[in-house]
Each structure stands twice: as C-alpha cells, then as structure tokens.
C-alpha cells in the first residue's frame, strides 16, 4: 500500500487568506500530481511535476501555484483564496515504471467563505 | 489521449457480478487501459490495469477483446462495500503522461 498524505484534511478559511495545502509520500516517486474534485463531479488535473524542480500546469486553470524541492514534498498555494477555490484537492504520486499507477492521497476538503 | 465512454450509473445487490464496460474506440497502440475506484470523500485507488485479453487480481478481471476498442472491468460477488465511482483511463504509459478522468460510473450495490 502505497503512502501518500495530505494536511489538514479539512479547511474553512475566510476570503483573502493565503493558504498552503501540503502534501507528502514516502515512495520516492518522482511523479506527483495535484487533482481538483468537487462533489459529484470528475477530476481534473491542475498541476504536476516530474521530479525535483519540474512543475506544470494541468488540463484545468487554477490560480494556485506549486513548488517541488525536495522528491517527496508537493505542497499546493493558494495567494489569496476566494469562494470559487471551494473544493476537494487530492494528491497522487506514481513511479515512473512501465505501470505508472497512480497513488492517491486522502484529499483536502476546502471551503472558502 | 483516447476518449472514453462508460455507463453514468449501475445498480447491483450483494452476492452478484457486476460487469463496467468502457468504449474507447480511438485507442492507440502503445495505450494501456486502467481501472479506478473512487469512495466518497477519498481519492481514487488503482483496481487494475491491462493490454490485451484478460488480466486478472485478487479484487477484479479486466476483459479487453482483440480489437481493443472496449473494456469490461468484472467485480465477482460484489458487496455493500464496493458501492464508488468506477473510471475507466486509456493512456499510454510514457513518461510525462498525464491520466485524465471522466465521470466515471456509479455503482450502487443494494442489500
């Protein structure tokens, strides 16, 4: 089973405040993903990395940004978080093997008033 | 990356097989055809994955016919407990690949 986790798991926060959403696995994957769900809805991919100092931008548009210094660290920011930014944010990493299953975190659940 | 359709939803009862099928009629020859499941308010979990014929673990078989234009992913004996959304993914497996998920579908198993 592969270990991947996600702080906090739950956040309310105000409008405007800054936040940083961690994200760490103790794989040693060199391929981390950031994913934005909301209830019910499909996944979509808004950031990604191939290894230490490699970030890019995913298939939907977010306002957040993402940094990778160390492997096992992918933490996601948010400058100033809006109503809009309400969601669930999940985590994964892979390993780049022939498979490249994708391990997923517990998620955040965010909510911004 | 290859387009897939899967039902919206499936309803089941415990003790019974259940069979997901994905059309994916534009899949290219280097794709590999994955399964995910998905329980509310967690990420998805990796169930399985295969090329050609039939793969099969410890929680499910993967049937992939010969023109592998399709998929049906089979849960033998399903229980309460295998009520998720179920994505079916058709990509290759090459560095910097990215997934990208559907809607998935929605399996309700009924006591």
């Known amino acids: 089973e592969a270990d991947i986790y996600q702080t906090p798991r739950y956040l309310v926060i105000g409008t405007g405040k800054k936040i940083t959403l961690e994200c760490s696995q103790t794989?040693?994957?060199?391929?981390m993903y950031w994913y934005q769900q909301d209830p019910g809805m499909e996944l979509h991919l808004i950031h990604y990395?191939?290894?230490?100092?490699?970030?890019e931008k995913g298939d939907l548009s977010s306002e957040s940004t993402v940094s990778r210094i160390r492997t096992e660290h992918f933490p996601l920011t948010l400058e100033s978080a809006r109503p809009s930014h309400t969601s669930q944010y999940l985590c994964?990493?892979?390993?780049?093997?022939?498979?490249?299953?994708?391990?997923f975190g517990p998620g955040t659940r965010l909510t911004v008033l | 990356l290859a387009k897939t359709t899967q039902p919206i939803s499936m309803d089941s009862y415990e003790g019974q097989e259940v069979n997901i099928t994905c059309s994916h009629n534009?899949?290219?020859?280097?794709?590999?055809i994955t399964w995910y499941q998905q329980f509310p308010s967690q990420g998805p979990r990796f169930i399985i994955q295969?090329?050609?014929t039939k793969v099969t673990n410890e929680v499910a078989s993967l049937f992939i016919p010969a023109d592998r234009k399709s998929s049906t992913l089979s849960l033998p004996r399903v229980s309460l407990s295998d009520t998720a959304v179920y994505y079916c993914?058709?990509?290759?497996?090459?560095?910097?690949?990215?997934?990208?998920f559907g809607a998935g579908t929605i399996l309700r198993v009924k006591s």
């Open positions: 994964a990493s892979s390993e780049y093997i022939r498979t490249d299953t994708q391990y």
């Open positions: 993914l058709v990509a290759p497996m090459e560095y910097g690949n990215k997934l990208v």
């Open positions: 794989m040693g994957h060199d391929k």
């Open positions: 295969g090329y050609k």
């Open positions: 534009n899949i290219a020859t280097n794709d590999y």
């Open positions: 990395s191939y290894g230490v100092n490699s970030t």
